[in-house]
């Protein structure tokens, strides 16, 4: 196991640790001595296939296979088989300018798709503002049971729509997913209690869940291990953008109040669902299987990319990971092999981050809008007062993704959520109560645009899960954890503990200490694991 907080590749390339599982280990990869003709050997000490790849490209040559290429032969089933090519090599220009193709072609449409589920997922903030709970005979501990049916159903979705999705494939699986939850979300504009409630809130979270772990099980297809993170912070980017959007949105939609009889939330699920329906119709067209079947009547008869393209893109996946091409991506994950990654202990360090991390946030994130209001700002002003938040949230995902990378650090950078969150919480919790409504909008909002380190906790995993079977549960593994967490954090707010929430806050300063010491323990555990 490599320490995912250290090394650049990050378990891209280990020691096979599962039955079936080919992967190579990186001694098997490594010739005894590889050289870079007319410029002499090239270092002994990389750890991954990428640091041969970053030394050639220092030396401006190509990216060659290294050791014994029958490690990176696919099986024949293989989608790409027929574009495999141990000898072929191109330029490093070559393939910054694919893999742009592939950012507008690719990443882009599944940030489209991620900003759908949270404007489905997420608009439930907005709906708030608009007195959907007095509208429904409701109060603070009825949503808090709604978010926690919704969040049981979505972590208990995740497992099994990653099977589903690798056995039909994500790209007719995610759009089915899509289409689905639009229905159900825009039959929310007909609640009419607790009971409805608490349907609509199950079903969201049964057909919703796995939608994340499925789009990075599509994107790996297209990206190397490194590419990932960079690609999953434009994920996050987009989920945060759609609070920005959905604000404007709401804005203009909850002043129809009144129209028909209907209430202004009653229009904002309707209209949003909608959006996300025809998103995912188009989806279903519009996402090829693989980097080497793009042809189709909707993409062009020609597809996206020429043959040389599709050459690089498969050469390069299997060279950055071999473990890719052991499953075709109709493929499904035996039992035996989904027990083998289910009791893999040494990702257990980063499941039990994901069960805690983002708590100390979360429920301020939850009660935003809610919170707002209850100092004395009024609905149009409360959706518009989101956005910094928002903003600020997107600039910390990029600024602390890239560093990571930058310092080829992980856990040490992901503790600076915590190091953020604690003072804040302090703050809130000695707060008085006769502080200024911009005081708690200022600390709440400072609050909810944290660091969000989640894009580099899946790469992560992602990357060290071994081979594509056990990557799939991994994944959801993790997701499942944090799904989790929002269980636990939706319930911590409670409303014979507002408006102040002092009970809450003192719950949040505990778990964000004890994250530091589960940050700190996770780092010490791998460097440990690889001394």
Not at 458 to 481: D, E, F, K
């Amino acid at each position: 196991m490599k320490d995912p907080s250290k090394s650049k590749a990050d378990s891209n390339i280990h020691p096979s640790r599962y039955p079936g599982d080919n992967t190579p280990s990186v001694s098997s990869l490594e010739s005894p001595a590889v050289y870079d003709a007319g410029k002499g050997p090239l270092p002994q000490a990389f750890t991954s296939l990428a640091d041969h790849k970053d030394e050639f490209q220092k030396r401006g040559r190509t990216f060659e296979t290294f050791g014994d290429p029958s490690l990176y032969k696919p099986i024949d089933t293989y989608e790409g088989k027929h574009r495999y090519d141990p000898e072929f090599q191109w330029e490093p220009k070559e393939e910054k300018k694919l893999v742009r193709k592939l950012d507008i072609k690719i990443c882009s449409w599944v940030c489209l798709m991620f900003f759908a589920l949270q404007l489905d997922r997420g608009n439930i903030s907005q709906a708030l503002s608009d007195n959907m709970l007095d509208d429904l005979h409701m109060n603070t501990n009825d949503y808090n049971t709604g978010q926690t049916i919704f969040y049981l159903f979505f972590l208990a979705a995740e497992l099994p729509s990653q099977l589903i999705s690798k056995k039909l494939g994500p790209d007719n699986w995610i759009p089915v997913q899509m289409v689905s939850w639009s229905l159900v979300a825009s039959l929310q504009s007909l609640l009419s209690g607790r009971s409805s409630f608490f349907t609509c809130r199950a079903l969201l979270g049964l057909i919703e869940g796995g939608f994340i772990p499925d789009n990075i099980l599509y994107l790996s297809y297209f990206y190397t291990g490194f590419e990932l993170p960079a690609r999953l912070s434009f994920f996050w980017v987009a989920y945060q953008s759609t609070n920005i959007t959905s604000a404007f949105l709401a804005f203009g939609i909850l002043r129809m109040r009144g129209i028909n009889g209907m209430g202004g939330w009653r229009w904002l699920f309707a209209l949003e669902g909608l959006l996300t329906g025809l998103i995912g119709i188009i989806s279903y067209f519009y996402l090829p299987p693989s980097p080497t079947q793009t042809k189709s009547w909707f993409r062009g008869k020609e597809g996206w990319f020429n043959e040389r393209e599709e050459k690089i893109m498969v050469n390069r996946i299997l060279r950055d990971d071999p473990s890719k091409g052991d499953m075709h991506n109709r493929q499904a994950i035996t039992p035996k092999l989904l027990w083998y990654a289910l009791s893999d202990y040494d990702m257990w360090p980063l499941y039990l981050i994901g069960l805690s991390w983002l708590i100390p946030n979360y429920p301020m994130t939850q009660y935003l809008t809610l919170q707002l209001k209850a100092v004395g700002f009024k609905t149009f002003e409360t959706n518009l007062l989101t956005i910094p938040a928002y903003a600020l949230f997107i600039i910390q995902l990029l600024f602390w993704t890239w560093v990571s990378e930058k310092t080829n650090q992980r856990f040490l950078v992901a503790l600076v959520s915590q190091i953020w969150a604690l003072p804040l919480l302090v703050a809130l919790e000695v707060l008085p109560k006769s502080a200024t409504a911009w005081t708690k909008w200022t600390l709440s909002s400072l609050l909810v645009g944290h660091p969000y380190v989640h894009a580099i906790l899946v790469a992560i995993t992602s990357r060290n899960a071994g081979s594509v079977r056990t990557r799939t549960v991994a994944s959801a593994l993790y997701n499942m954890t944090v799904q989790a967490s929002n269980v636990i954090g939706s319930n911590i707010y409670r409303n014979n503990d507002k408006p102040l929430y002092r009970i809450g806050n003192k719950i949040l300063i505990a778990i964000c200490v004890y994250n530091f010491l589960l940050f700190i323990g996770a780092k010490l555990f791998y460097v440990q694991k690889n001394a």
